[in-house]
Each structure stands twice: as C-alpha cells, then as structure tokens.
C-alpha cells in the first residue's frame, strides 16, 4: 500500500490496477484475522485449561505495560535514547 501511494497521483489510465491491489491486500488481510480467531477459538475448545492459563498471563501483564508508559512519562530512568 505505501509503494502504491509512492508513485504519485491516481489518473484514470492508472487507478484500476491500484485499486484493485488496495481491495485484494484489504481481503487478505481480512482472511488473515479470520483464520487467526478460528485457531485461537480451536484452541480455545480444544484445551481451555491451557488456553486460559495463556489468557491469564495475557492479563497479568497489562498492569506492566501501564507501570511502564507511567514512568518513561514521568521521567524515570534515563536510556540511552533520552541522554
């Protein structure tokens, strides 16, 4: 998509062929995400102890993630990238 808008403007001669990789790559992308959540709902049934103990460690690290974002925010330890 990024090399399509490269080229430059749409003029009619060249709009169909882009349009159509646009709407093709749209279509994958949404087969794509629909083959991921049948596999992750056939897990799901298949195993759901596994599947939950998965979830839960999903979970247990969003309170991470926010401790995280709160103290690069407020200036906590300095990383080379800061210096």
Known sequence: MFAL???GPL???NSKGRNYAF???VAVIILFIAAEWLV???AIYKDPRNSLMG???LVA???VYFFWRWR???GGI???ETI
Do not use: L, M, Q
Request: proline share 4%; hydrophobic share 30%; no cysteine.
């Open 5 to 7: 808008r490269k080229r």
């Open 40 to 42: 992750a709902a056939s």
């Open 23 to 25: 709407k093709v790559s």
């Open 11 to 13: 003029t009619d001669e």
């Open 55 to 57: 979830v839960a460690i």
């Open 61 to 63: 690290g969003i309170p």
């Open 72 to 74: 690069d925010k407020s």
């Open 78 to 80: 300095e990383t080379s």
